[in-house]
């Protein structure tokens, strides 16, 4: 400790620093540098999140194994259901190849979400309560880009990984079955990540405008239940809403909280379900656009409220 | 021009008041009462660049909040405030590069990893030039000796250690203004003083315009030249610490020791006995009357020794905290 104090008086060694001059260079920072900036502090989160999941490598493990286990077990589930038929509903073309097409689908949005923003969401829940929100709006940077990315949660991937494989046995059955085959075509390849990316932000704007009520309610426990309700619904064809009972369903999750794009349009773009395709799937397709252009709009919207009401906690 | 404006700031929060009891819980589900809490009720405040000043005040007086109000993590009910020409619950980027807010209860720090490595995304995030971060981290580091500790992760670090490393994380781009709450808070007296003489060398270097708020008189004493009471949300008080005493206090403590064997048993028409201690007696007595009551004490007992002196900082405080709440 002496020898701390003493290191104090070195002081003197902090040269007054040219504070004017990095003021200068951050007045009006250029598009490409601010871009190049906030690549840098993402990267750097992958980074840091990294290295503490291999802190917790036991933890990490065991993580990966639970995610791949669970998938494991909805594969033989829906490999049963194929033994006892063709075809998921009539004529709607979801086949046993088709349909694990969409399985596959389901699983890299899921994926996706669950590694770069579930954690996220959750943690800024709880920010809002603990009032560790903040130092986040201490920082120079976009409040909702520091919240959504901050940590990334690398076993999730595992998932996304089992994604790739199912989707490497059923593209390979379809195009090598006697009976209609199906090559998706250099169009499909292009359009599917983009639909799946779309997917990917509609889930991301539903989950941030459930995290930003807890500004409001105080707290949000329920976010998670609540998450896995709506998004139950993403994840089977939409042909199967077709009843008298499932229409209301059917228009509310298509056109006020659209999840229901979410697969279906990535899902039909590759494992072309109908063939030739009809004309409501491209309005589909296109209105899966609009949707996320909606979705991140209100719930960027939404998020700058909520901070407006913030009111940070007790220190 | 000052670099801290702050005009008429108020803060009310509507707070749910909860009821004892189930049945009442219950009934709260429908019915809701709130209550407004003023925690800042107008506060009036200005500041010059390069001074260092004390926010002192007792709990719920409204300091953290006024801190919090002018780093822009919350908006105001009413009221103006400019931080070097910002609005700070604009939060704009360019105001948010100039300041940094250090909360002695809370940390940023990223809990499962070594302190360098949020340094490092403390370095994204400010856009800081390498040779420029590096240059700074070496000096911070070193001042206050915690080099080696920079690999480990912070939650294995004492609380005075994850102290030290917070302060780096705040000062790494070079703030202009720096708000401090309870810096010192629940540190011993070493870590304490190791900080206290850090902020102040820092302080002189830089000139850093540093606003502090503390419970610890010594922190304050050892700091600022200027030290602003705020109880009960309002400035009660604006000046030095010596002022304080002037103003708040009309009495002296005089201590009078008594020859042997003198125990005289009317000295209370003289002031307050504060302390029986034969052969001291300490006395509370007003300011005005001190030079009669020494005239005569002296003149009709046989005394050995007698002093004068002010009361006590934190007594005077104490009782001011007192009055306003």
Partial sequence: MGAELMSVNNLSSLSSQPVAEHRGESESPSRLAEFRRYLRVFLTFARNSLIRDMTFRADFIFHCISSVAWTAMNVGFYVLVFRFTSMIGQDTGWGRDEFFLFLATVWFINSLVQAFFMPNANEFSELIRTGGLDFALLKPIDTQFLISFRRIEWSAMSNFVVGLLIAGVSLHSMATRPESPVFPSLMSWILYPFFVGCGVAIMYSIMICLAATSVWLGRNQSLYDFWFYITNFSRYPMEIYDTPLGRPLLGLFTLVIPVLVVVNVPARILAKPLNPRADWEWLLAAWAVIATVLCVAFSRWLFRLSLKSYRSASS | ?325
Wanted: proline fraction near 4%.
């Fill in chain 2, 1 to 325: 021009m000052p670099i801290i404006e702050v005009r008429e700031l108020t803060k009310y929060y509507r707070v749910h008041r909860k009821r004892e009891g189930l049945g009442a819980s219950f009934r709260g589900l429908f019915r809701r009462e709130y209550t407004e809490v003023q925690a800042v009720k107008g506060i009036n405040l200005t500041v010059e660049a390069g001074e260092f000043v004390a926010f002192l005040g007792p709990n719920g007086a409204g300091k953290t909040t006024t801190l919090k109000l002018l780093s822009g993590v919350i908006n105001p009910t009413g009221g103006t405030a400019t931080v070097m020409g910002y609005v700070p619950w604009e939060r704009r980027n360019e105001y948010r590069r100039r300041f940094a807010l250090v909360m002695g209860q809370k940390n940023q720090l990223w809990w499962d990893l070594p302190a360098q490595e949020s340094y490092r995304l403390h370095q994204q995030i400010y856009g800081i030039p390498d040779d420029r971060f590096r240059h700074t981290l070496d000096e911070l580091t070193d001042l206050l000796d915690v080099t080696k500790l920079l690999g480990q992760p912070v939650r294995e670090l004492s609380l005075g250690e994850r102290m030290k490393m917070e302060l780096i994380a705040a000062l790494l781009h070079s703030p202009e203004v720096l708000f401090l709450d309870e810096p010192t808070i629940g540190l011993d007296v070493i870590a304490q003083h190791t900080i206290q003489q850090f902020l102040r060398h820092y302080q002189q270097e830089r000139g850093t315009t540093i606003l502090l708020t503390s419970h610890y008189m010594k922190d304050v004493a050892a700091l600022c030249q200027r030290v602003v009471i705020v109880a009960g949300g309002l400035v009660q008080y604006d000046g030095s610490l010596a002022g304080i005493v002037d103003q708040f206090s009309g009495k002296k403590i005089v201590t009078l020791q008594f020859a042997v064997g003198v125990r005289p048993d009317d000295l209370a028409r003289h002031g307050t006995v504060l302390e029986t201690q034969w052969p001291r007696v300490k006395l509370g007595i007003t300011r005005a009357d001190v030079p009669r009551v020494l005239a005569e004490t002296l003149r009709d007992y046989a005394i050995e020794d007698v002093s004068v002196e002010d009361p006590p900082l934190e007594e005077v405080i104490a009782d001011l905290f007192h009055q306003v709440s």
